[in-house]
Nanobody
């Protein structure tokens, strides 16, 4: 069973930056893609960013130009660099990893941005 452990969430003011990490118990090169999703209270879970095995990235419209996803294969970890944070970025951020047969999720980390 794959375990994904997120870290780096917190409380900060608008305009600030934060970096989330997601450590995988399985080498990240074995996944088709990995990514970040978020869910705010009363809203559906939405795409933040994904990184596939060809190093192609994809971002949700609301974070383009502000967030950046990257991976460190040696550490089996992916990161989400979040800049110019806004109150509407407040949500629980979940790490996801997709193999051929299954998709795995972390437990989530809370990010709260105050105005």
């Amino acid at each position: 069973q794959v375990q994904l452990v997120e870290a780096g969430g917190g409380l900060l003011q608008a305009g600030g930056s934060l970096r989330l990490s997601c450590a995988s118990s399985r080498s990240i090169v074995r996944f088709i893609s990995m990514g970040w999703y978020r869910q705010a209270p009363g809203k559906h879970r939405e795409l933040v960013a994904t990184l596939n095995s060809d190093n192609i990235t994809n971002y949700g419209n609301s974070v383009k130009g502000r967030f950046s996803i990257s991976g460190d294969t040696a550490k089996s970890t992916i990161f989400l660099q979040m800049n110019s944070l806004k109150p509407e970025d407040t949500a629980v951020y979940y790490c996801s990893a997709r193999s051929i047969l299954q998709e795995y999720w972390g437990q989530g980390t809370q990010v709260t941005v105050s105005s």
